[in-house]
């Protein structure tokens, strides 16, 4: 199974768990009346939107290059992150609204046993899905499943403040349910920026592997003179490398071109996630040392 189809594969089972919990969260939440949890519940469905984008850019990103993307498609699962920081911003839209809307008239919350339990049992599933989809997001290098684990674990703090309010209901004080929608709301916000940080520094070719480790392992290779230029990019399971090797001026072309394939597999050996190495073979200049 390629790495595609397994990422594609945790999607699939946290949906499913996503769909369940929100449903839960919104159903109690809206027989309630409270905010916190329907607002909970909405942006648990969110998380279930995301993974059908997911699905999607997985899809896309999956397909082999063609004359228009000589490159391949990864950068789609990459995009498939900003559709995600999109969401949770639209998410965070919709609860203030509903919450600047309770302030203008008094609500009552009906707190039971029950409410503690709903929420108790997406807690658990909640943990459950951040640490699977984490540990998933490592091994599998993936972007989008290490993103979708942010947003998986925001949920957890999220649910916390609603279990918060509702004791507060519980208390005589409903209005802290409010104050509680707004606390969501700047989890979901910081969450969102955070999302396209992340996706922003795989869009512009941010530098990925620092060039002293790089240059390191090239001039551990007998033959090479030099190493400079080197510059990195792509997402963390996709690495692409281009440097320029200095070599013996009097070096036949066949020998340089075959020291070049030497160091790109010492590279890829020594970064497992590097994909391609471009390399610009150039005769040694000890004035360009000084």
Do not use: W
């Given at each position: 199974m390629t790495r595609l189809n397994k990422v594609r594969r945790v999607l699939i089972y946290t949906l499913l768990l996503n769909i369940t919990v929100a449903a839960g969260k919104v159903f109690y939440g809206y027989s309630i009346d409270s905010i916190s949890m329907l607002s909970d519940g909405f942006?648990?469905?969110?998380?279930?939107?995301?993974?059908?984008?997911?699905?999607?850019?997985?899809w896309i990103a999956s397909q082999p290059p063609d004359k228009d993307h000589p490159y391949g498609h990864r950068k789609y699962e990459t995009l498939s992150t900003i559709a995600i920081a999109v969401l949770i911003f639209a998410a965070g839209i919709v609860i203030l609204r509903e919450a600047f809307a309770r302030m203008q008239s008094a609500h009552t919350i009906e707190v039971t046993f029950a409410s503690f339990?709903?929420?108790?049992?997406?807690?658990?599933?909640?943990?459950?899905?951040?640490?699977?989809?984490t540990r998933k997001g490592r091994e599998l290098k993936s972007d989008f499943l290490i993103a979708d684990a942010m947003h998986t674990k925001a949920d957890i703090y999220i649910s916390l403040s609603v279990v918060i309010s509702l004791i507060a209901a519980k208390a005589g004080f409903p209005e802290v349910d409010i104050i509680a929608a707004?606390?969501?709301?700047?989890?979901?916000?910081?969450?969102g920026f955070e999302i396209l940080k992340s996706a922003a520094e795989v869009l512009t070719d941010s530098s990925r592997i620092n060039p002293e480790e790089i240059k390191t392992v090239a001039m551990n290779i007998e033959g090479v003179k030099d190493c400079h230029g080197?510059?990195?990019?792509?997402?963390?399971?996709?690495?692409?490398?281009?440097?320029?090797?200095?070599?013996?001026?009097?070096?036949?072309?066949?020998?340089?071109?075959?020291?070049?394939h030497t160091v790109e597999a010492a590279i890829k050996k020594a970064f497992p996630s590097v994909a391609d190495v471009i390399t610009h073979i150039e005769p040694f200049n000890k004035n360009r040392l000084k």
């Open positions: 942006h648990s469905f969110f998380d279930g939107a995301s993974n059908v984008i997911g699905l999607f850019g997985i339990i709903v929420m108790g049992i997406t807690l658990m599933v909640n943990i459950g899905v951040m640490k699977y989809e707004f606390i969501i709301t700047v989890f979901i916000a910081k969450m080197i510059r990195t990019r792509g997402n963390e399971d996709c690495i692409n490398i281009d440097l320029h090797l200095q070599v013996d001026p009097d070096q036949k072309i066949k020998d340089a071109h075959k020291l070049a």
